[in-house]
């Protein structure tokens, strides 16, 4: 269940130091990944769609080695994905503790061998997969069975359960980790990079990520023959009787073997060579994959703030890839690399600010501006600790008292904590007393902003003067983010576009419902009909409440069937119908595919 930071500790720091205090011989840099599974494997997993980081390949080991089911913790669907791609040759079926039809799911996958997904478990499993998750597998003459509540059901040793979690951070009892394995697949920010650059060099050089992907494939190939004959070779010396040099056939194997392994190499060797080229010319793009990285992640960040912000990861895949192929194009790579990490900022912006509430949206663009600053290594963590915190760690009582009464105390602990973090303003206290009447003049100023500081202005960039209001003047200190993002990002960061529902409707699809929150007094029914009557689109609309499901049932038909808009009003009245409704939009691909 760990992420990737506390199992690197656990390995690198923890259990390699106890090794070596204990004496025990460990090798150094310890890949534990590298003595579970082979490169060839890895490959297939690669080619199968699990990611190539680290974190990626030790779940893949403890998905397909572990003795207990696995649990997957996947709020981005990425091993949901890959178990889907590897078990399709199986006829690998999908579905849901609330399915109706679950338990005939689960009763023919055990007994035709078949491997079975769960998707979307919560935090509470249902008793039926008790038996099933312990395993509790009995020889009933040739047959093997498993007791399902008060039936017995045919059990073959070819088939395999696998669960997932779209939950970000679940808590499960103590019982759900004894009975699986809980493997935390949440997408890592090298991981993740490392996806968008081959989306957007798929998308601007489809030639180079086409070689890139041929060349991983023979690779692959080429690993698996070189182990093949390995294994081969040392199976028939181990079985070999009498002398070896008599054994005719072994010989001629030892010697083909020889032959195709120095043939093997070579062509290794060459791949390596263009791998190297290949990549070179890949990583030109190595910023813009960086930055929508970087903007996933920021998205994630502030569904911490209200779960509603949270983004799926393949709808900021959709986001990306808009970015990419709606920016200004360019003769000269880098400045076409410009052009879509500007393009793609702006975009998940404007996303981004239509779904926030208004008091969040300047919270998303400080946030934005303060991850790029330190990502760029311009921005340290210990200055954004101070913008949160401030001086409240300090206690008044075991520090120095302010020099002049004008100063709250709360003001002065900000001060202390201030000049203990930045190093151009460690003086801070001692210059406040020294000039005291110039501070206290900016300190009563109506805009204390706009006014340069006493003694340190040209020092300072814009966050350190930032950090300085927030610290003595506080009430002031959104006036000054604002002179930061407009700084560090630009102004029209600085603006909020209104709702422009032509532009949404372009955005959605069949696909992806628009869901309006409307606050007391607004009503956007009539720019939904008028939006309509331009496009030429019939609208029918319901207000939900008590009773209300069966007609809207028969509108979502007739809008399916008949290509027309469905407006479902006081959707809080139905909060029962909009798992039903979720259902139906997940059904309409399905329907695509089959028709």
Not at 366 to 394: F, T, W
Not at 426 to 434: A, H, M, S, T, Y
Request: proline share 4%.
């Amino acid at each position: 269940p760990y992420n990737a930071e506390f199992r690197k500790k656990l390995q690198e720091k923890l259990y390699y130091a106890d090794c070596i205090s204990k004496g025990v011989p460990v090798t150094e840099d310890l890949g534990i990944s590298l003595f579970l599974v082979d490169a060839a494997t890895i490959g297939d997993w690669n080619l199968e769609g699990l990611p190539s980081d680290e974190l990626s390949v030790e779940n893949g080991i403890m998905v397909t080695r572990s003795q207990k089911w696995p649990l997957m913790i996947d709020p981005q669907s990425q091993g949901l994905s890959w178990i889907k791609s590897r078990e399709q040759k199986n006829s690998c079926r999908t579905t849901q503790l609330i399915d109706k039809r679950f338990r005939n799911h689960l009763e023919d996958s055990m007994a035709f061998g078949t491997p079975m997904i769960i998707e979307n478990v919560e935090e509470e499993i249902d008793p039926l997969l008790d038996p099933v998750l312990n395993k509790e597998i009995q020889r009933k003459g040739r047959n093997l069975i498993i007791q399902l509540a008060d039936k017995e059901c045919e059990y073959s040793d070819n088939f395999s359960l696998f669960l997932c979690s779209k939950l970000a951070n679940p808590h499960y009892s103590p019982e759900i980790f004894a009975q699986v394995t809980v493997i935390n697949f949440t997408v890592t920010m090298g991981g993740l990079e490392q996806q968008l650059l081959s989306r957007v060099v798929q998308m601007e050089r489809p030639e180079l990520e086409e070689q890139k992907q041929k060349l991983v494939e023979e690779v692959n190939h080429n690993k698996k023959l070189l182990k093949g004959l390995e294994d081969d070779l040392l199976y028939r010396l181990a079985n070999s009787t009498g002398n070896l040099l008599d054994d005719v056939e072994l010989i001629e194997v030892l010697q083909k073997s020889k032959s195709t392994a120095v043939e093997v190499n070579e062509k290794l060797t060459i791949a390596f060579d263009t791998d190297i080229r290949i990549n070179t010319a890949r990583e030109e793009y190595r910023p813009s994959a960086r930055r929508g990285a970087l903007l996933y992640f920021l998205v994630v960040d502030m569904a911490a703030i209200n779960n509603m912000y949270m983004v799926s990861l393949q709808q900021f895949l959709e986001l990306h890839d808009f970015s990419v192929n709606n920016s200004d194009k360019a003769p000269i790579a880098a400045k076409r690399i410009v052009n879509i990490i500007e393009y793609m900022t702006k975009y998940v912006t404007s996303y981004m600010h239509r779904g926030l509430f208004e008091r969040h949206k300047k919270i998303w663009t400080l946030m934005l501006a303060m991850k790029i600053e330190q990502v760029a290594d311009r921005l340290s963590a210990s200055y954004v600790g101070n913008l949160l915190k401030g001086g409240d760690a300090l206690d008044a009582k075991t520090e120095k008292p302010a020099p002049a009464s004008w100063i709250p105390e709360n003001v002065w602990l900000n001060v202390l904590a201030l000049s203990r973090t930045v190093q151009m303003l460690r003086d801070l206290p001692d210059n406040i007393e020294r000039y005291n009447d110039m501070w206290r003049a900016w300190y009563d100023h109506d805009a204390p902003e706009t006014q340069p500081f006493p003694d340190y202005n040209e020092r300072l960039d814009k966050f350190e003067q930032m950090l300085v209001v927030r610290s003595i003047r506080e009430d002031r200190a959104l006036l000054a983010i604002d002179t930061y993002i407009q700084h560090a990002l630009g102004r029209e960061f600085l603006l909020s576009a209104p709702l422009d529902l032509a532009a949404l409707c372009d955005e959605a699809s069949p696909y992806v419902p628009m869901i309006t929150l409307l606050s007391t007094g607004s009503d956007p029914t009539g720019k939904i009909n008028d939006l309509a009557r331009k496009r030429k689109k019939t609208v029918l609309g319901i207000s939900m409440g008590q009773g209300q499901e069966p007609a809207a049932r028969k509108l979502l038909e007739q809008g399916i069937s008949e290509g027309i808009w469905v407006l479902l009003q006081n959707c809080h009245l139905g909060l029962s119908f909009m798992g039903e409704c979720q259902e139906w939009v997940l059904s309409l691909n399905k329907l695509e595919e089959t028709t």
